[in-house]
């Protein structure tokens, strides 16, 4: 499996990204995909994921109604769109694929939830 990251920047608070993953190597009919980010010095958190198949979504409360996760499954795309960045988002954002398959009634959110991990894309949102 690959996951590789684009579309990280520079941007002002109040700005906007869209983030992409690109995916390859196996199937992910079943499974879900997560973004995550990481600041310096802190431990690795969950912005949103969703599932392949269905396109169900879930958001962290720090995120939820400024960034949009959504997928292009003919594409093996998946994409975080940013709006209304804040300094605090400032991080290396990455995409990662779930171990299991997604359940029927949650979506993996939690780092050990998930196998596959791509190197990330610096975020950086001034002030």
């Known amino acids: 499996v690959q996951l590789v990251e684009s579309g990280g920047g520079l941007v002002q608070a109040g700005g906007s990204l869209r983030l992409s993953c690109a995916a390859s190597?196996?199937?992910?009919?079943?499974?879900?995909m997560g973004w995550f980010r990481q600041a310096p010095g802190k431990a690795r958190e969950f912005a949103a994921a969703?599932?392949?198949?269905?396109?169900?979504?879930v958001y962290a409360d720090s995120v939820k109604g400024r960034f949009t996760i959504s997928r292009d499954t003919a594409e093996n795309t998946v994409y975080l769109q940013m709006n209304s960045l804040k300094p605090e988002d400032t991080a290396v954002y990455h995409c990662?694929?779930?171990?299991?398959?997604?359940?029927?009634?949650?979506?993996?959110?939690?780092?050990?939830?998930?196998?596959?991990w791509g190197q990330g894309t610096q975020v950086t949102v001034s002030s």
């Open positions: 190597g196996r199937t992910f009919s079943g499974y879900a």
């Open positions: 969703i599932s392949w198949n269905l396109g169900r979504t």
């Open positions: 990662a694929l779930s171990r299991d398959r997604v359940g029927l009634y949650n979506i993996q959110s939690r780092v050990y939830e998930y196998a596959y």
